[in-house]
């Protein structure tokens, strides 16, 4: 499996020549989607999901589908007729060539005054887990956690803990579209080997554009 990491919280999978992205939201590049065989949104928030961004996705590729959560697919399912599934924690599923598990149900708390929506994870392949905006722990080992960094709905303490209760084998820094140089160096070192300590996980900031090649 191949991992690029695209802008803020969206990353693009392949594998067997076929492309799975998710979460190509308005803080990734406007064509983070196009190319993908299937797309996967975990919530409704603009930084996840951007209707312009699936559109071109889906314009490029008449056969590619959507899979995401109602609260989304309620919105986009007009505008895209048959190619949007609504799925929900527990349900599994493939696309482009992937397998796909459901875990989650709510988006993490910004504030308690604040109504919680709805969020999903998708755990691709068994193996690698995108929480969206919510620090759900499968239910099953993670070799790959995709680490939501830095929101307004967390503390480093909290991103700490999350990686030593998922304990997978390797982290890697997503929703990260609002540090500066300096704030991903904090974070660097926070998560790092001079840092707390996330168990026998291993840290890494991928750069927009970069990719890994997972085994």
Request: net charge negative; hydrophobic share 40%.
């Amino acid at each position: 499996m191949k991992l690029t990491k695209k802008g803020h919280a969206c990353v693009r999978l392949e594998k067997g020549g076929q492309t799975l992205v998710i979460d190509p939201g308005n803080f990734s590049e406007a064509d983070a989607a196009v190319g993908a065989d299937a797309v996967l949104v975990t919530h409704e928030h603009p930084d996840h999901f951007d209707e312009g961004r699936l559109r071109a996705a889906l314009d490029a590729n008449p056969a590619a589908e959507i899979w995401t959560l109602r609260s989304v697919a309620d919105q986009i399912a007009p505008a895209f007729p048959g190619r949007v599934r609504t799925v929900g924690n527990g349900d599994t599923f493939s696309a482009a060539g992937f397998d796909i598990e459901v875990h989650g149900e709510l988006h993490a708390v910004i504030h308690p005054d604040r109504p919680r929506i709805t969020n999903i994870g998708f755990l691709v392949d068994g193996s690698l887990f995108h929480p969206g905006d919510a620090l759900t722990v499968p239910d099953k080992g993670v070799a790959t956690l995709m680490l939501p960094v830095h929101a307004p709905w967390n503390k480093v303490s909290e991103i700490i803990d999350y990686v030593r209760e998922v304990a997978p084998r390797r982290a890697f820094s997503i929703h990260d579209g609002l540090l500066s140089d300096n704030g991903h160096g904090i974070y660097n070192t926070l998560l790092g080997p001079s840092g707390p300590g996330i168990g026998e996980a291993e840290h890494r900031r991928i750069a927009p554009g970069e990719s890994v090649e997972l085994a």
